[in-house]
T-cell receptor, first 113, second 111 residues
Framework: DADVTQTPRNRITKTGKRIMLECSQT?????MYWYRQDPGLGLQLIYY???????NKGEISDGYSVSRQAQAKFSLSLESAIPNQTALYFC????????????FGSGTQLSVL | GESVGLHLPTLSVQEGDNSIINCAYS??????FIWYKQESGKGPQFIID?????DKRQGQRVTVLLNKTVKHLSLQIAATQPGDSAVYFC??????????FGPGTRLSVLP
């Protein structure tokens, strides 16, 4: 089983719809992240959370919100999706006590029509 | 990492040859660097990392070189195999801050 699981893997929606992407992890890490990947660009940080009570904006948080429901769960919402939010979204975790690298899920491909 | 726009650099190498993938970073104060491999349909996977107090670090078939003078990072893959075909990207970080990712290089291994 994957350590970082994202659902759904693919989603097609229409402009104006509310969308939630979910992420769960079994690694026991406190830190969780949401990234966006566009073709030809590096991963861009949307939001991150260092523990259940901590939420921080990343580089491109406008149009997005997050919820850290538990240590193992971190969801990303698009309140009113727009076409330029079409992208590949990744959830990641890290544990500074075990090194600083990020562990990524398999991604969610979101298309907004 | 440095954003270079929509065009993803590509590198094609013959199976068995060595590959060298390059990355430029912009923050001269960055103190930690990582290389990731991303295969089609999968999330990025950690390959190797290096701290700013080192110039070189070796792993299994991979070597990372860091040149802080010109803010350049390279990943060398020895005896490249078909399974090495993927997008490779670097990320750098200043202590306590979040990673900055490069746009990636697509490596294609030719039979």
């Amino acid at each position: 089983d994957a350590d970082v699981t994202q659902t759904p893997r693919n989603r097609i929606t229409k402009t104006g719809k509310r969308i939630m992407l979910e992420c769960s992890q079994t690694k026991g890490h406190d830190r969780m992240y949401w990234y966006r990947q566009d073709p030809g660009l590096g991963l861009q940080l949307i939001y991150y959370s260092f523990d259940v009570k901590d939420i921080n904006k990343g580089e491109i948080s406008d149009g997005y919100s997050v919820s850290r429901q538990a240590q193992a769960k971190f969801s990303l919402s698009l309140e009113s999706a727009i076409p330029n939010q079409t992208a590949l979204y990744f959830c990641a975790t890290s544990d500074p006590r075990a090194g600083e690298k990020l562990f990524f899920g398999s991604g969610t491909q979101l298309s907004v029509l | 990492g440095e954003s270079v726009g929509l065009h993803l650099p590509t590198l094609s190498v013959q199976e068995g040859d060595n590959s060298i993938i390059n990355c430029a970073y912009s923050n001269s104060a960055s103190d930690y660097f990582i290389w990731y491999k991303q295969e089609s349909g999968k999330g990025p996977q950690f390959i190797i990392d290096i701290r700013s107090n080192m110039d070189k670090r070796q792993g299994q078939r991979v070597t990372v070189l860091l040149n802080k003078t010109v803010k350049h990072l390279s990943l060398q893959i020895a005896a490249t195999q078909p399974g090495d075909s993927a997008v490779y990207f670097c990320a750098d970080r200043l202590n306590g801050q979040n990673f900055v990712f490069g746009p990636g290089t697509r490596l294609s291994v030719l039979p």
